[in-house]
């Protein structure tokens, strides 16, 4: 991935020298906090400081130090350049369509240039013909979404998946901001990872635990599997791409197998599918929204739940390797037109685009009960006493004439404080509410909870889950909810839409689900 150095894109205009009398007293804190310095500001070339103070004058790098006082020189007042860099799942489809629009929304027009396969320079004119900004794209991995945050080679990073502990840890370290923080991690888009095979193949549904198996290398016949005598082909991406990673932890590490290194290794998604549409006897991972044409098998959990990728199942995260597509920022300071451009792409109105590049839009979308049919049905298999039962089937009265919403309300871990999709989609469905979407009808917010520890806890987590989601909510909406009724039910563990058995499945089914009747 060719890399821009941030220090290129700082204007000329930054280099100023003050003389004694224009300079200002400053404070000049590291970035982590831990050592602070105060003087008077002398000098500022773009990317040192320079400080007079008791001991001596002092330089120190921009990048070493935040400038704290009126006077301290503003980094980015006429920066108009900035870099992308990251998922290329995202970057190749997604951002040229988000970048396009961006500048026809400002009446403007769109020079392209393709430097490599792995890098575009986008220069948007305003409606008068002048520069608005230039974006260059870097296409790589989801891991150089990071790495590019943290050389300072990038502003923004695109990841398909979530950031990791460890990068996570590194940016603490650094004094860089917490990455899962709302204003560091943004979700562009919603995506499910497809397992795909040619459609000759006469396989349609195979269990997790095989297809682990036949990534792991330990299946090699389709034979082995109910399929024809023929040998299985693998074709995935790289590990350190974000699609094999999310495979990895979602997929494989449940079982504790490792991807078997006589796979097939492509470049991208849409290589492993063409791939697959050539082989009849080939496997593949890829995003939905790189699928193209192959066969999409169904999915059967280790507690015998089935599901496949589809819009509603991949936007409530309960078909089981959905995944979410990230915007990452560090804490320090962006370009002006970067943070126009971040507001222009995570708003609703790009969520059009999102859809007509292929990915699941954050829009809200509903399912009547008949359409929960399958989930019902393993909810009645899975209950044995005679109490669940019961308040099962209270439940499914109170949800005859209902509506769900795709609108399902995460926490993050061992709390009842929502994540940070819930947050903004809580803000969504405050201004659907204040919009009068649902005037003259009531808003049940159903709370659940997995199957371990006891019964009574888990009816009272659900309960309080679903008025946390309540109040939140309530709060967001101020007055002006009209005639609409919010009312909270806790249904503690009935209606798993994930396995008990596993900790994603219990990550799962820890929810809150937004009905309308």
Request: with cysteine; net charge negative.
């Amino acid at each position: 991935m060719n890399k821009v150095s941030l220090f290129a894109l700082i204007p000329v205009c930054f280099m100023l020298v003050f003389t004694t009398a224009q300079a200002q007293e400053v404070t000049l804190r590291s970035m982590d906090g831990t050592l602070a310095m105060t003087g008077q500001l002398t000098g500022f070339d773009g990317e040192n400081y320079q400080l007079e103070t008791s001991v001596g004058s002092i330089s120190l790098n921009i990048f070493q130090v935040s400038c704290e006082g009126a006077d301290c020189p503003d980094l980015m007042a006429n920066l108009n350049e900035f870099a992308i860099a990251g998922s290329g799942a995202i970057g190749a489809h997604m951002m040229p369509a988000m970048i396009e629009a961006y500048a026809f929304d400002l009446n403007g027009d769109l020079e392209v240039e393709v430097v490599s396969l792995a890098q575009t320079k986008y220069t948007i004119l305003d409606s008068s013909g002048e520069i608005h900004a230039i974006i260059t794209l870097n296409l790589g991995t989801s891991n150089d979404a990071f790495t590019a945050l943290e050389q300072r080679d990038a502003f923004i990073g695109l990841s398909s998946r979530r950031a990791s502990d460890s990068e996570r840890n590194r940016f603490l370290r650094a004094g860089r901001g917490d990455l899962r923080q709302p204003e560091q991690e943004r979700i562009l888009a919603l995506d499910g990872l497809a397992v795909t095979v040619n459609p000759r193949n006469p396989i349609q549904t195979l269990s997790l635990d095989q297809i682990s198996d036949i990534f792991a290398g330990n299946i090699r016949n389709w034979r082995e599997v109910g399929g024809l005598d023929a040998a299985i082909n693998v074709y995935r991406r790289e590990t350190n791409s974000g699609a094999t990673q999310t495979f990895n932890q979602l997929v494989m590490a449940p079982t504790r197998r490792s991807l078997s290194s006589t796979s097939n290794i492509l470049d991208d998604n849409t290589a492993v599918s063409a791939a697959v549409m050539q082989d009849g006897n080939g496997i593949g991972i890829a995003g939905a929204a790189d699928a193209q044409n192959t066969q999409i098998l169904s999915l059967r959990s280790v507690c015998g739940q089935v599901s496949s990728p589809s819009e509603f199942s991949i936007k409530t995260e309960e078909y089981p390797i959905s995944r979410r597509m990230f915007l990452y920022t560090d804490s320090g300071p962006i370009p002006d037109v970067a943070e126009e451009f971040i507001s222009y792409i995570t708003s609703d109105e790009a969520q059009t685009i999102v859809e007509q590049a292929g990915f699941v839009s954050q829009n809200v979308s509903t399912a009547s009960l008949n359409d929960q049919g399958r989930r019902l049905a393993h909810a009645l298999i899975a209950e044995r006493d005679r109490a669940s039962l019961e308040l099962l089937q209270e439940m499914v009265a109170s949800l005859l004439d209902a509506e769900r919403l795709s609108l399902t309300f995460r926490f993050k871990s061992g709390s009842v404080s929502p994540d940070n999709r819930a947050l903004v989609d809580i803000a969504r469905l405050a201004e659907m509410v204040k919009n009068g979407d649902f005037d003259g009808k009531r808003l049940m917010i159903i709370g659940f909870a997995d199957s371990i520890g006891a019964i009574n806890e888990n009816q009272r987590l659900s309960q309080a889950r679903a008025e946390s989601i309540r109040d939140v909510l309530v709060e967001a909406v101020g007055g002006e909810a009209g005639s609409v009724q919010f009312t909270p039910f806790g249904y503690g563990k009935l209606s798993p839409i994930g396995c008990n058995e596993t900790q994603d499945g219990r990550d799962t089914n820890r929810r809150v689900e937004i009905w309308v009747r």
